[in-house]
């Protein structure tokens, strides 16, 4: 079972990647996580990666409620910076992506 990481936004939740969060990311991203992870990760790319990351524990989470979640965080003083960092931190949780040697994420098969 993928590893979870407790997160505070709206209210506590648990941010956690499997095999079908990573491929449904992949999918709106229109590109591999390996590839969307060396790129510099805009509101598009972690609106996204929150969604799937999220959506594991509240069934019919859409992007678009992903995203009033995202702007209710930063309305509230927190920062875009603290959701990259939980989102990296619940990736390498998983298992399924790996830090790379130049310090690159980057996606491997477990």
């Given at each position: ?7 505070e936004?709206?209210k506590p ?17 229109g590109?591999?996580?390996g ?5 510099r990760?805009g509101i ?5 990666l ?5 959506k594991?524990e509240?069934r ?5 409620r992903?995203g009033?979640i ?15 960092g ?22 491997e098969t477990?």
């Amino acid at each position: 079972m993928a590893k979870y990481i407790n997160i505070e936004l709206d209210k506590p939740r648990r941010l956690r990647f499997d095999i079908n969060a990573l491929a449904d990311a992949e999918e709106e991203l229109g590109t591999g996580i390996g590839k969307a992870l060396q790129m510099r990760a805009g509101i598009r790319e972690i609106r996204a990666l929150l969604w799937a990351g999220l959506k594991w524990e509240e069934r019919g989470l859409t992007l678009s409620r992903a995203g009033s979640i995202l702007q209710g965080h930063l309305s509230a003083g927190g920062s875009i910076e603290d959701v990259a960092g939980w989102i990296g931190e619940a990736l390498q949780a998983s298992g399924l992506v790996q830090q790379g040697d130049e310090g690159n994420e980057e996606a491997e098969t477990a």
